[in-house]
């Protein structure tokens, strides 16, 4: 590929809205940390500037490299992944759960590349046995069975954030796959079942299988009234710095809820509360716009793919970012559980912000690639007639259409 072909077939909308919300988030985090350290007031925001910088190099190099590679090392990734994941259980917990593996001045959290390594494993997964067996409750079945074991030791960290992320890259590359939907009815059924189960019907025979807080933060959405202590105490921060914004925000020195402190986790889980009290509705709805941009360039992506796998790897992905979106800003508002899902981009972290963007990367390899069409092959009489104007010899009559 050269690199006049990469240039004119890269998705600068893509680009540009990313490159909008990535700004957005940096100056968000700076602003909103300045004094979360005394003596160094710059720490999170020149550590969120290297992790920005990590993402924007994996971005590049993945852009630059043919997404069928992926492919061909489904295996390996997938095992590599299910490592990772199975190495961290075995760590000393942070805040009740085991997350991160320390590497240097970097946290790798596992769960987070898991995503995006859950993505490409199971588009080539679901495309090498969907169009022996279209819509086959054989496929759906040997698919779940795929995604169940990285999903489970998420669950397991505990992490029900990210579980349900993978849970909606499940879904999307199904979908696009061709799942028939009482197949989805079905999986509807045998969800509400499981979740029946972990909610009422184990605590009532004394098995606990969430966690206190993660409890804690399912009951005070769904009694916003009852005191719950930080479970309902975050929530309700967010909705009144969220809600002090008014049209146009009160600036970075007036938002007293982020550098008072009372919003609690705001360069993190609730950095979206932070932007609607500085920047007001305003600058909270260019943010949604933003996200409305790449998700529906993502969504693009999927027609724009040359082969099922890219296709379903962009699903993947649109549905990656959909669901982190809606989930954080929803619990920031009221109308989801806390539940710790990061919002792309613009959360500080350095698992989720280089493989946000290593996403991105990806989403414009496809579509490099998928916009360059293929040569047709040359008719069997072509072939002939090219065949012996080459030697001299005239060319055979036309063959007659059937």
């Given at each position: ?22 700004a ?21 925001a ?5 992790y920005?910088?990590l993402?924007v190099?994996a ?25 990772l ?11 009740g ?16 590349v ?5 993505a ?5 997964f ?7 067996h279209?819509?086959s409750w ?9 995604v ?7 669950f ?10 993978y ?40 098995v ?8 804690a933060?399912?009951?005070?959405f769904?009694?916003?009234s ?22 146009v925000?009160?600036?970075v020195?007036?938002a ?31 943010l ?25 790897i ?24 806390t ?5 792309p ?22 579509q ?5 069409p293929?040569?047709?092959?040359l ?5 002939v007639?090219?065949a ?10 036309p063959?007659?259409?059937?």
């Open positions: 590929m050269t690199t006049s072909l990469y240039l004119r077939r890269l998705d600068y909308v893509l680009v540009a809205a990313v490159a909008a919300i990535v957005l988030g940096w100056l968000t985090v700076d602003s909103a940390t300045r004094a979360d350290i005394a003596d160094d007031p710059g720490y999170y020149f550590r969120h500037g290297l920005i910088a993402g190099l971005a590049v190099v993945l852009s630059a490299l043919d997404p069928q590679l992926f492919r061909r090392f489904l295996w390996p990734i997938y095992g590599v992944t299910i490592a994941l199975v190495v961290v259980l075995g760590l000393a917990a942070a805040r759960s085991s997350r991160w593996i320390t590497i240097g001045f970097f946290n790798l959290q596992p769960s987070e898991g995503k995006l390594a859950l490409v494993c199971l588009a080539a679901v495309s090498d046995r969907v169009r022996e279209p819509g054989r496929t759906l079945g040997l698919a779940l069975a795929f169940a074991p990285p999903a489970l030791l998420v397991v960290e505990p992490d029900l954030g990210t579980s349900i992320v849970a909606a890259i499940t879904v999307t590359i199904l979908f696009i796959a061709g799942t028939r939907m009482v197949q989805f009815a079905a999986l509807g059924v045998a969800a509400a079942v499981v979740l029946t189960v972990v909610f009422v019907a184990l605590p009532r025979v004394g606990q299988v969430l966690e206190g807080y993660q409890m933060r399912l009951t005070a769904v009694n916003p009852e005191d719950l202590g930080d479970a309902a105490y975050q929530v309700n921060q967010s909705k009144i710095a969220i809600g002090s914004g008014a049209l925000g009160k600036g020195q007036g007293t809820q982020t550098t008072d402190n009372f919003l609690p986790e705001h360069h993190t889980d609730f950095i979206f509360a932070v932007v609607g009290e500085q920047r007001g509705f305003v600058g909270a709805a260019f949604l716009s933003l996200y409305v941009l790449v998700i529906w360039r993502a969504a693009r992506t999927i027609t724009l793919a040359a082969s099922l796998y890219e296709s379903l962009a699903a993947g992905i649109a549905g990656m970012f959909l669901t982190q979106v809606f989930v954080n800003i929803g619990m920031t508002i009221g109308i989801m559980p539940t710790g899902i990061p919002l981009f613009m959360t500080y972290g350095g698992s989720n912000t280089v493989v946000n963007l290593a996403a991105v990367g990806i989403l414009c390899a496809i490099i690639r998928g916009g360059v293929l040569p047709p092959p008719a069997s009489h072509d072939v007639v090219n012996r104007r080459r030697f001299g010899e005239a060319a055979p009559p063959l007659a259409r059937r």
